[in-house]
């Protein structure tokens, strides 16, 4: 079993930065991909940004230039630094982390966390 939390998010007024912590734990033998994703109520769950075990990036449109995704393998843990945040940012944020087991990709998503802009 993989065990994946999030934590950091909060209220946040607008123009502000916020940083997204995730943790992936458990049986892992593997750690491939994390990466963040956000969903609003009546819409599908978008990409933010994710991250590769190798270090390479890739980001949603929306937040190109105003987000940030790293992460420390030794630890397991990805952040995501949010800055010039907008109202639009509002969301739950998704962490996911993909671990290969016998040589299958699984996907293992956290609870979520809030994140709301507004002042």
């Known amino acids: 079993q993989v065990q994946v939390v999030e934590s950091g998010g909060g209220l946040v007024q607008p123009g502000g930065s916020l940083t997204l912590s995730c943790t992936a734990s458990g049986s892992i033998s593997s750690l491939n991909s994390m990466g963040w994703h956000r969903q609003v109520p009546g819409k599908q769950r978008e990409l933010v940004a994710s991250i590769a075990s190798t270090g390479t990036t890739n980001y949603g449109d929306s937040v190109k230039g105003r987000f940030t995704v790293y992460r420390n393998n030794a630890k397991n843990t990805a952040y995501l630094q949010m800055n010039s945040l907008k109202s639009e940012d509002t969301a739950v944020y998704y962490c996911?982390?993909?671990?290969?087991?016998?040589?299958?990709?699984?996907?293992?998503w956290g609870q979520g966390t809030q994140v709301t802009v507004s002042s």
């Open positions: 996911n982390a993909v671990t290969v087991r016998r040589g299958i990709p699984q996907s293992n």
